[in-house]
């Protein structure tokens, strides 16, 4: 799986940029100068959120590859309620600047997946694990490991987009969703994964290896 595939922008982004287009083009046929400009540059931000570059995982399959671009801000054990076993946890806080097209960590078989509905606090508290929405894929590598990513909406992001479900095929490194407007990425990892990066460090989706499994 490897959607939306190599085209610069997510076709998810269309509608918003299509828009924003049309808002400018009348403005500017008003004469509306400053009005044009700002939407303009609305509009270009638009098309530079929904950004698509193509990435390239590095080899190893046992080597685990973030799920998305960002910051790491949560680095230790949790309890994965899916599994019921304490795994070790990395979130990923994904701002408005970057690219929000979602990788999967592992080549593997999706057992599961589910969706939560929920509120919209800020991604960067705690509580948000438990009560914002949430999408998530629970995923079995050739090897038997298993791992679970979970798309998590935030303060200002409203639509989380999963093109996986169970029974699909992932690849590592490979597109499988997205998030728009600001939100995190939480990985549930074995406890015998040696673990690659630190608090505050920053990752590409694709590329930064986050582990690798043991």
Known sequence: MDRPGNFPVAPEGFPFI???G???AVLAWLCW?????FMLVVTLFIVFFFRNPVRNAPSGEDKLVAPADGVVIYLGDAVEPHLG?????ISIFMSVFNVHVNRAPVTGTVLDSFYISG???DVRHERATFENE???LVIATNGGKKIVVVQVAGLIARRIVCYAGKGDLLERGKRY???RFGSRLDVYLPKETEIMVKMGQKTV????????LG
């Open 205 to 212: 989706a694709g590329e930064t290896v986050l582990g690798i």
């Open 119 to 121: 509120k919209f606090l």
């Open 177 to 179: 969703g997205l998030i």
């Open 22 to 24: 049309i808002v400018t």
């Open 134 to 136: 949430q999408s998530g």
């Open 85 to 89: 076993q304490e795994m070790t946890k």
């Open 18 to 20: 299509i828009a924003g």
């Open 33 to 37: 100068s400053l009005p044009a400009a």
